[in-house]
């Protein structure tokens, strides 16, 4: 079965240090996501993007956070100047079709830990 | 008022039981709906999209009221393997709010 993979699957990395995390969406999809989630709170949206460019994002995503699609393959997450408050787990995740009107799946997570 | 706002549970359940989880959401503009399933420490899962018209599989049942902007999941007969966290999510375009969660816990 086709699956989403993240790479790493843990990450520490100290405060002010940039931090990029790696995703390979299913091959078919076309739009892809990243979520976060603090440990004992809830999925937050960070982003969507499609056909190269950010379609939505949320007000978590400041300037600090940046996606790119650099190959046919990858989807990034890049944070500029990581803060101890950064430290989530980090979920990215695609779909077939837009709009929500398709399943969503999910890698298995990187989790990025900031001291 | 919450963007999606769900049980604070725990629910604790004997196996067997019938268990119903609530959800409701603030944006009427919000197209699509769904429950996942989130197993400790995991990614979650979709478990069942949800239509106006309610929508059954198996032991689960999804019905959606978009003019109380309500969503429910029952689950009937419930097995050990449903213990975990159930995600009520909401999505305009491809914006998905998840609901805080509301964790199951079924019981021998």
């Known amino acids: 079965e086709p699956e989403v993979t993240q790479t790493p699957s843990h990450q520490v990395t100290q405060m002010g240090q940039e931090v990029i995390l790696r995703c390979v969406p299913i091959s078919n999809h076309l739009y892809f996501y990243w979520y976060r989630q603090i440990l004992g709170q809830k999925v937050e949206f960070l982003v969507s993007f499609y056909n190269n460019e950010i379609s939505e994002k949320s007000e978590i995503f400041d300037d600090q956070f940046s996606v790119e699609r650099p190959d046919g393959s990858n989807f990034t997450l890049k944070i500029r100047s990581t803060k101890l408050e950064d430290s989530a787990m980090y979920f990215c995740a695609s779909s077939e079709y837009g709009g929500g009107n398709t399943e969503a799946f999910f890698g298995q997570g990187t989790r990025l830990t900031v001291v | 008022r919450k963007e999606v706002e769900q049980d604070p549970g725990p629910f604790n359940v004997p196996e067997g039981a019938t268990v119903a989880f609530n959800c409701t959401y603030s944006?009427?503009?919000?197209?699509?709906f769904f429950w996942y399933r989130q197993d400790c420490r995991k990614e979650p899962k979709l478990l069942m999209s949800?239509?106006?018209s309610g929508n059954e599989d198996g032991r689960f049942t999804a019905q959606l009221n978009r003019a109380s902007q309500y969503i429910s999941l029952l689950i009937r007969d419930s097995k050990l393997s449903d213990s975990a966290t159930y995600l009520c999510v909401v999505n305009k375009d491809n914006d998905m709010r998840f609901g805080a969660g509301t964790r199951l816990t079924v019981k021998p």
């Open positions: 949800v239509y106006s």
């Open positions: 944006n009427s503009a919000s197209q699509s």
